[in-house]
């Protein structure tokens, strides 16, 4: 059940990075979204032309929790490596170029290995540092940590209110969802 207006993301264009939960494409097509998934192999370049070959795209969703799984040291500079390439390529070939457009980072959850923190802290830090120096473009930037007991639902309900129309009053923020 959801407390948001079912067509609240009609018209909007919302890409999905890093294999974000079947929860959070659902809960986006359930309230009007029409969701894109960004291959995770591309590159830099590729991905670029990826987004600007895409009519609309008005933000991006990028989850780092499957991509870092319960992974160390190794998996911790993956996965933000590959959030960066996704966050730039969408960026640079839709959302700047539109002059708008929200980026969604999601964090591991703190009981995702001895680097979860650590992720979680980079991902804050990029959502911070993104709001300041893409504001001038009309982007806005915030990163999601999820708790230790946090459903996938509860994380997709805030994930469609960040990119509806509400979220843009919501830049360089960590929206920190404590445990039950």
Known sequence: MTILRHTLLAGRVVALAGAPSPAIRGALVSLGAR????????????????????????????????GFA?????????????????????????????????????????????FAGAARAALENLARTLSIEWARHGV?????????????DEVAELVCYLVSP??????GCLFELAPQ
Do not use: M, N
């Open 35 to 66: 969701v894109s998934d960004l291959d995770p192999e591309l590159d830099e370049d590729a991905a670029r032309e990826w987004a600007a070959g895409e009519p609309g795209l008005s933000g991006l969703v990028y989850d780092a929790a499957p």
């Open 70 to 114: 319960t992974g160390g040291q190794t998996a911790l500079t993956e996965s933000l490596e590959r959030a960066w390439v996704a966050v730039r390529a969408v960026a640079t070939g839709a959302l700047i170029p539109a002059g708008a457009g929200k980026v969604v980072l999601i964090g591991p959850g703190p009981d995702a290995g001895p």
């Open 140 to 152: 806005t930037a915030v990163a999601i940590a999820p708790g230790e007991k946090t459903t996938g």
């Open 166 to 171: 509400a979220g843009d009053y919501f830049s």
